[in-house]
């Protein structure tokens, strides 16, 4: 099989390339601004150039991944990120509709408000903030175009590839437990369901060989806070309890929104996803084995 993966270059994209890649897979991958050896340069907002480069590779399947992630920065610059998440998705779902090439949209939590939790798959989407509507507008776009397709929504995610990944919620938290060893506070208010990149690529692989279509949801079951993520974090790494500090009053009202509490429940697939304690341990030795 052929599978094509965008955005192999972001925190997930390169797990599900190099793991498919370990397979029986002949596996493609595109970066954007951040040139790797072996990927194919392409700019989401041209278009042309996605056309050109399924044209060429001709995947039996696409692994959407690519999207303007930094929830601030969409906010700042909604033109940009409905052109990336919105334009670009909805031109990539025609194209695979025409070629007839399978697609999974890799989508986000961000879709709900996180008011009215759990969620399965078939509940309304009301999101909050820029990146979370345009997420849903992606989401639109693949069902509109009618490709064969399926839709994931992972819960936050954290992982390691290699020390040029963008820092997830572990390496951020590590980096400022050594920069500013005393004055670590933690969220203790919004609740978190934190799935690791390894199992969330092993669930996209599932999927395409099943050839799966609809919505699915990607989450660990048992919410933590950031501060209790945070604490476990740093007895696994070896640093002191007191290091860090829980924050109890987080203004959630700040701007821009975030979802205080989206649960997701998974009613299709019973995937499996491992809990906070496992994927922090795992992240570790993946640290360990690069040094
Ligand atoms: N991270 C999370 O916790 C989380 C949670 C739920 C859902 N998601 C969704 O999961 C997917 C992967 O997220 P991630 O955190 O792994 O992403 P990421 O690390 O921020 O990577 C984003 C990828 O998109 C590419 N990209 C962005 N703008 C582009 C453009 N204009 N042209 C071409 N490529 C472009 C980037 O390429 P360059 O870096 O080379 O520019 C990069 O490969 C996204 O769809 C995201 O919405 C993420």
Redesign the pocket.
């Known amino acids: 099989m052929r599978i094509l993966v965008?955005?192999?270059?972001?925190?997930?994209?390169r797990k599900v390339f190099t793991q498919l890649k370990l397979k029986d897979y002949q596996v493609f991958g595109?970066?954007?601004?951040?040139p790797?050896s072996g990927l194919l340069h392409?700019?989401?907002?041209l278009p042309k150039t996605l056309g050109a480069i399924i044209h060429k590779i001709r995947p039996t399947a696409l692994i959407?991944?690519?999207?303007?992630?930094?929830v601030n920065a969409c906010e700042e610059n909604v033109d940009l990120a409905r052109s990336?998440?919105v334009e670009?998705t909805a031109t990539l779902s025609r194209i695979c509709k025409k070629m007839d090439i399978y697609m999974v949209y890799?989508?986000?939590?961000?879709v709900f408000s996180g008011y009215n939790s759990p969620y399965i798959e078939s509940d309304q989407a009301d999101p909050i903030n820029v990146y979370g509507r345009t997420?849903r507008e992606g989401e639109e776009a693949v069902t509109a175009a009618g490709v064969f397709a399926s839709i994931v929504?992972?819960?936050?995610?954290d992982g390691y590839n290699g020390p040029e990944d963008?820092f997830?919620f572990t390496r951020d938290l590590l980096r400022n437990l050594k920069e500013t060893p005393n004055s670590v506070v933690l969220d203790n208010c919004r609740k978190k369901y934190p799935i690791l990149?390894d199992d969330v690529a092993e669930n996209i692989e599932l999927l395409i060989n099943q050839r799966r279509t609809g919505i699915f949801h990607f989450s660990s079951k048992a919410p933590v806070t950031r501060y209790e993520w945070g604490l476990i974090v740093g007895s696994t790494f070896g640093f002191a309890e007191e290091q860090i500090r829980p924050d109890d009053n987080i203004d959630i009202h700040r701007f821009p929104p975030r979802p205080v509490d989206v649960k997701l429940v998974d009613t299709q697939m019973g995937f499996n996803f491992r809990e906070v304690q496992s994927l922090v341990s795992i992240i570790k030795q993946q640290i360990e084995r690069r040094q």
Do not use: F
């Open positions: 965008t955005g192999a270059s972001g925190l997930l994209g595109t970066c954007g601004t951040k790797i392409v700019d989401l907002t959407h991944c690519a999207a303007m992630t930094d990336i998440n670009a890799v989508s986000s939590d961000y997420k929504r992972p819960t936050i995610m963008k997830t990149i």
